[in-house]
């Protein structure tokens, strides 16, 4: 008798330490999926060149994404920095539509910036083969980020001064890319544009990288202000691989 009440114990213990009570497991899987839709909301400036409304062509389009510092609710912050600068000054008339959102707050938004650049291609003439990405420090993390999400996307992108995620390199390997750094910056370290240059040469990747030996955290102005960089960025069109 002893022996069978041991031997019920035994199987007790068993069958709790394999989660099942009464013959059932004690937790089943299961799963959920349903579709959500997400509103969004996003300011910016739009230039459009001088010739935009006389010649009906299709124009390449310069998404600029701001660092930390321009985010809020004030859009006369993001000319502070980039194209924007650029335009506001007429030191640079540029042969394309120039769009440059803000953030409200620290960070940038993929799936905001997506629908952003939807809606841009259903409302302006854009030439889909040469919509090109640049942003500067929070924004250079920020053209990381929505390349890797979105590869196909875009010709070339220009990461200034940011960072991204190593593991994204095989995806951006078909993406002419030229970042910049500052050999001195102190707030994002020239190690976070190294480790994504190196991880995309080790994929195979078409990239080109710029440090100024003397810059620290502001390495987009000489950057922005280089007439080459415009002459390799427009040179660029979207690989339909």
């Not at 409304?53 to 006369?76: M, V, Y």
């Not at 980020?145 to 940011?162: E, T």
């Not at 710029?210 to 202000?225: E, F, I, L, Q, R």
Request: glycine share 8%; aromatic share 10%.
């Amino acid at each position: 008798m002893r022996t069978a009440f041991f031997g019920v114990v035994a199987l007790s213990a068993a069958a709790m330490a394999a989660g099942v009570v009464g013959g059932e497991p004690a937790q089943q899987e299961k799963s959920f999926e349903k579709e959500v839709v997400v509103k969004v909301k996003i300011k910016y400036l739009l230039y459009l060149p001088t010739a935009y409304e006389s010649d009906k062509k299709l124009w390449p389009l310069i998404l600029f994404l701001h660092g930390a510092g321009e985010s809020g609710d004030d859009l006369a912050k993001v000319k502070t920095h980039g194209p924007p600068k650029l335009i506001e000054s007429k030191k640079r008339d540029f042969p394309c539509i120039v769009v440059s959102p803000q953030s409200s707050g620290r960070g940038w938004n993929v799936d905001t910036l997506t629908a952003l650049l939807d809606d841009l291609a259903a409302n302006y003439r854009l030439d889909k083969d040469r919509v090109y990405l640049t942003g500067l420090s929070m924004g250079g993390y920020g053209t990381w980020s929505l390349a890797a999400a979105h590869p196909q996307r875009f010709a070339a992108i220009v990461p200034i001064c940011g960072g991204g995620n190593p593991a994204d390199a095989a995806r951006l390997k078909n993406l002419p890319i030229w970042v910049f750094h500052g050999a001195k910056d102190a707030t994002v370290p020239p190690e976070r544009s190294e480790s994504m240059v190196k991880a995309l040469k080790a994929a195979g990747g078409n990239v080109k990288f710029t440090v100024y030996p003397d810059a620290g955290h502001d390495s987009w102005t000489a950057a922005y202000n280089d007439p080459e960089l415009y002459r390799w960025l427009f040179a660029q069109k979207r690989n339909p691989q």
